[in-house]
């Protein structure tokens, strides 16, 4: 029974691609608190001093520092303990690394294009295994290319700041232009308003200049007619007048 946990175990803890070793029972540190999930956090390693060359399983335990953890194996809670593997990656595990990470891509369901924090994961995991296997072969073209992975991360945290700050600005802005266009909504259906009463407003007068103008056209007319009577009238008048004068003039001129 202990044994199958066991192995179960070291199936959950070998789900990285990061080659480790089988993890083995170790005593209880002295600072449990400290040791959380090995996935997490790791504890600080660090490269033994220059005047000894370091070995190959110091330098990756200091890049790679060894994963601590806590289980309940039924007879109580044990200590494991998993290093990293300085074991020669072989054309067989190569392959396998391939398929794996196919198989992971396709199993947590990663998207091929755009961001996507699952791919990015287990693309870390595999930089870090190719870190890992340069080191075995040769430790400065691991540590170069550690400097590589963490220049790299420090690029990506720089652009993915940048995104989060552009994002919050692009809200807030979106935000703004939500309530200017509220006020620009509402001053817009003023101004409708507004020239909907000015068009009445327009066709009133409109009317009303009309009615004025047939009023005054009546009344010109009714004065014009008025004229020309009287000015026919007082033709007439004037002819009457002229003939009387005539017949006055010959009546006395008889006379005499």
């Not at 080191?135 to 945290?157: H, I, Q």
Request: glycine share 4%.
């Amino acid at each position: 029974m202990i044994e199958e946990q066991l192995s179960e175990i070291e199936q959950r803890y070998q789900s990285t691609l990061l080659r480790y070793e089988e993890p083995y029972p170790i005593e209880a540190p002295q600072d449990s608190s400290l040791i959380n999930d090995p996935l997490k956090k790791k504890k600080k390693a660090q490269l033994p001093p220059l005047e000894q060359k370091p070995t190959i399983e110091e330098i990756l335990n200091a890049i790679f520092p060894p994963k601590t953890w806590k289980e309940n194996i039924g007879t109580g809670d044990q200590w494991f303990e998993s290093r990293i593997s300085c074991e020669e990656a072989s054309r067989k595990y190569l392959e396998y690394l391939e398929e794996a990470l196919d198989f992971k891509l396709q199993e947590r369901q990663a998207r091929k294009s755009g961001i996507c924090p699952v791919r990015e994961d287990l693309h870390n995991q595999l930089f870090d295994e190719i870190i890992r296997q340069c080191t075995v072969t040769s430790p400065e073209r691991g540590l170069l290319l550690l400097r590589v992975r963490d220049n790299l991360r420090m690029t990506f945290a720089a652009y993915q700041t940048l995104y989060q700050g552009s994002i919050v600005f692009g809200v807030k802005k979106a935000r703004q232009a939500e309530e200017g266009l509220d006020e620009l909504e509402q001053k817009s259906e003023e101004y409708k308003r507004n020239r909907i009463l000015l068009q009445n407003k327009k066709i009133i007068l409109q009317n009303q200049l009309e009615s004025i103008e047939k009023s005054f056209q009546e009344i010109r007319d009714i004065e014009e007619n008025r004229r020309a009577s009287e000015l026919a009238y007082l033709k007439g008048q004037t002819k009457h007048l002229q003939t009387f004068l005539q017949s006055v003039q010959a009546s006395n001129q008889a006379q005499k």
